[in-house]
C-alpha cells in the first residue's frame, strides 16, 4: 500500500469519527441517528480494512456506535493506528529478527 492511499485512510477515519461524534450535539436526537450510523459504520470498515480485521473492526464499531455513551471512542481512527503504526512496527521487529 502506498503512503498517500495510507494517509487517505487516516483523513477519512477522522471524518468518520466525527461524523460519529455528532451525536453529542443533539441529545436524545443523537441516540436515534445511532441506530442508523451504527451498521453504515460497521459496514463502512469492513470496506476499509479487508479480511477478519475488518470484521471485527465492524463488530466493535457497531456495537460502540450502538451502545449509548460510547460514541466518545474514536473506532476508525484506533483501528488506523492499529493497522499503520502498531503492527506496522511489531512486523518491522519480526523482520529484524529474522534477518540476524
Do not use: C, H
Not at 470498515?45 to 456506535?65: D, P, Q, R, V
Amino acid at each position: 500500500m502506498n503512503t498517500e492511499n495510507k494517509y487517505q485512510k487516516l483523513i477519512l477515519s477522522i471524518f468518520f469519527d466525527l461524523v460519529g461524534y455528532a451525536s453529542f450535539i443533539i441529545p436524545f436526537l443523537g441516540e436515534v441517528i445511532d441506530i442508523f450510523w451504527a451498521p453504515a459504520s460497521a459496514y463502512i470498515l469492513t470496506k476499509m480494512y479487508k479480511g477478519n480485521k475488518g470484521k471485527i473492526a465492524g463488530a466493535i464499531s457497531f456495537i460502540e456506535e450502538i451502545l449509548p455513551g460510547l460514541d466518545i471512542i474514536p473506532t476508525f481512527t484506533l483501528m488506523w493506528l492499529y493497522t499503520y503504526v502498531f503492527t506496522a512496527k511489531k512486523d518491522k521487529e519480526i523482520r529484524k529478527t529474522i534477518d540476524v
